[in-house]
Structure formats: C-alpha cells, structure tokens
C-alpha cells in the first residue's frame, strides 16, 4: 500500500467512524483540554434527574449540571498526563452506557518538544435556520447541514484542536442590524414566546428556556458530537452578548450591560468550554475564577498552548472594553501587560494574537480598533467622525502591534469577525515601520454567513484597508464562506484556506479542497 492509499484508507475509515458513532441520548458534546485537564460540556435531548457520569479510563466521574433543568451537565476532569489518549464514555448513573466510547487527548506538556501542530479555525458560524430574509423565502443563513459538510471537511484534515472565533450565536435584542433577526420579529415571537425579560436571572427562570430555544439550534444542533475528539476554544464577540456591537444617537450596545452579561455567561456555560488554567496565565484577569466556574477557569482571556512549538493567546474585545477616550482599551490594562509579556516572554517557537476584533482591514462599523467609517464615494476613511469612538482603542493596537512585531517569531494575527478569507502584511502602522519583521494578518472565514450577512450588504462596503496602515495583501478579503488549517512549526507557519458560498453547487462541500496556501517563514 502506497502513503497515499494509506492515507486514503485513514480518512475513509475515520469518517465511516463518525458516521456510525453512537450519541445515544446526548444532543452535543464540547470538549475543552489543556496538558492535565479536560472540561467537557453536554447536552441531553431530555432531562436527567440523576447525574450522569463520564467513563474515563478505568474509573468515574459524575457531571455538574450546569442548567436548572437537568439538560446540560460539564464534566471537569483533572490529573491527566500530558499528551495521553483516554478512552471515554457517558453512562448513565447506574453505570449503563449512554454512548459508543471515543478518544480524547490531552495537550503535550508545555515543555514538549513538539514537531508540529495543527490548528482549525473559523469565525461567525451562528445562526439559526429557521431566520428568513425579509419578504423572502430564501435563507438568512448557509443551513446547519451545510455549516456541518464545513466542519467535516475541516475534521478530515485532522487538527489538533479548533478555535471558533465569536458569533455563535445570533440573537440580537435592541440593536439588530446585520444580524437578520430582531426581538420584534414574528419569527422570534414564534421561537420565543415572547422577549427576555432583562430583570431577572437567566438560569431558574423563564429566560432559560428562551435562551436554549434561541442558542440550542445554533450550538448543539450545529455541532452535536461531531468535535467529540478534538479540544476547541470558544472566544465570544459581540452577538455572542446577544446584540451587535453599534453606536447611535439611540443608545450605545457596548460594553455589556447585566442582562447581555448574563446572557452570554449562561450559553457559555451550558454549551461550550471556558478556557482552561494556564500557568503562564494570571488567575485574576478579567471574567476568571469566578465563584460559580471551576478552579482557575477564564471565561473572556484564553491560552492554547501545544508543546513548545506553539502558545496562542486568545481574547475577547467586547466584554471588558471601555469608553474613556484616549484611555479606553478594548481589553483591560492588565489583560494587554499579560499578551506583552507573553509575546516577550515565551518559550514557544510560535506566538499568535487570537482576538475576536481583527486587524488591518475595517468595514466601517463602530466596534473596531479603527476610526474609518464608510463615506459617500463608497471608500472608508476618517474625513467623517466615527460617532462615540475611542480614540484608545487604536492606541492599545498601536501598542500590541509594536510588541508583536518586537518578537524573535513570526508576528502573526489570526481573527474573524469580518465575515471574509483574507491575508496581508503589516508594513508600517503610521510612523512604525515593520518591515524588518512584517505583521502577518489573517482572517480566517465565516462558517455561516448568507446573502444579507456580508460586510458589502450589510455594511455596504467589503472589508478595506485600515486607514495609516501600509499593507501588502497577498490575498485580499474574499467574501466567502469557509475556514483556514494551520500548520505550527518551529520555523515556519504553514496555511490552507478552504471556501464555499450560497449558490455553488453542494456537492462542492463532500469534495473541498483547499484553494490558497501559502507559508510563512521565520525572520533570521
């Protein structure tokens, strides 16, 4: 048998798998891990009044509900080796099996030597199915079966692990531009009920079942057990606090106020991994070791760390960003010393900036480092003030981009956000010149945008460069729907991008193939 057989024969047997696998009564399992530590989330399709438990190994441990229900349980296992397979399984509290087993592994030691790792990542992959276009019958969103042909196809190259950058869910309450759903709407009165009521708590009240009716088929259902086997990081964006992210004569969406915050915690917490401790990590950040979370868990500020040959620092812009001018920051001044001192610092062969806010390219909008807005003659620019926003915001960037170019690496940030597939080098950022070490920028691809949904219609511009930045694009934003496979090593970044969008034939999704590539090699 050839290498190409073999692999081949691999990949064949791999989906057979998955396609056979059996999730009895769970409706979606989100596993989470770092070197010694798994936290897992799960769903049921109907409530259990006794807590389930996990199989790992030889021995048992019970879940912790995470809901007032009894639907959606964690479980949070720890004293793990590094870089170990274990075999897992759901039982119910009497010890029968509720699933076939599967294999889960561990992160390599931070210490580890590793050769190589490789990453799947994506942004914006929410939406419900149910969401029409206005006055249409034609979808608002790429369909759930379609996002999951995306996902198997990233799945078949075999990652280490996934990032899904913000945008799992879209729900937005009082400012639903761009996100094809309003509190209003006769579809969310139908799904809903009703709106949420703001006053009150999430869990143990009505809003819960709101909430599972609006987020349960855009997570579970989307992902069900398909990433059973492979860690994934969530970090939230702004329709992830359940409106989008505006500034208008009208009221301001940012930062979250209680009732966003609540709900963006109580999804998180039913339906995908906070991020797990690191100890090159400090504990007290913003949104970490809150008393009703695990030991150490963060829920906004998050490292995947793989080995030595990789530490990717990923964070949230939304939650904790402020509005006071030229000091505002869209992530605390302790959550910037930590990323510095993480880029100076490190031990990796690779650090990356995973934010949920990108870099280099703007459409306009008033959630991003830049002050552009869109103009009269169709370009974006600053003749026009962008209104309510922070002139800080562009200085926290000037101040992480300098840190990150000032690196012994390969200055690399990887994002979303923007709904497009994008890469360019960071030449000069006004008077900082990069050019001995350029900033690589990537966007990395929306999942489950549709016709409505892309930066040209909804904001009325496609993604532009940033005004003061010098760029060289190598391939400029492409409104597409798709994700992006990256391969770490110890001198080289190597990356595929893979696309689709409404309209091309289906059956593209059981054959895609990667349409760009391209490698970045260490400077010296």
Known sequence: MTRREFLATTAAGAAAQQATWNAGPVRHLLPGANHERFLIKASFERAIARPPLLRVGDWRLSGQRTDSEGEFWQFDVDALKPGSPYALQILDSTGKALTDPWTLKTMPHPDENVQRFRLMIYTCAGGHDGVRIPDSDQPYWVSVANRRKLFAAGLAMRPDAMVAIGDHVYWDQRFSRGAGTSSASPFVKQVMGGDFQRDIPVIGTHNERKVKRAAGPQVAELYGTLFRGVPVHFVQDDHDYFENDEAIPQGISFPPDDS???????????????????????????????GDRGKGISECYGTLRFGKVAELLIYDCRRYQTLKGPHAGLVPEEVETWLKRRMKESPAANVVNVPSMPIAWSAGKWGEWYPDLLLEDGTIGTKKAKYYWQEGWKLQHDRLLRACSDMPRIPLWMSGDLHALAHGKIL???????????????????????????????RGTPPLLATGLEVEEDLKPLENNGFTIVDFLADRIEFQMFRWKIGQPESLLDQLKAFHTFTIRRVG
Do not use: C, K
């Not at 609540?262 to 007290?284: C, I, S, T, W």
């Open 260 to 290: 966003m915050m609540r709900l963006a915690r109580a999804v998180q917490h039913m339906y995908y991994p906070e991020f797990l401790p690191n100890p090159d990590r400090p504990p007290g950040l913003a949104g970490a070791s809150a």
């Open 428 to 458: 000069r950022n006004g008077a900082h010149e990069y050019s001995r070490n350029p900033i690589h920028a990537v966007l990395t691809g929306p999942v489950s945008t549709g016709p409505r949904g892309w930066p040209s219609s909804a």
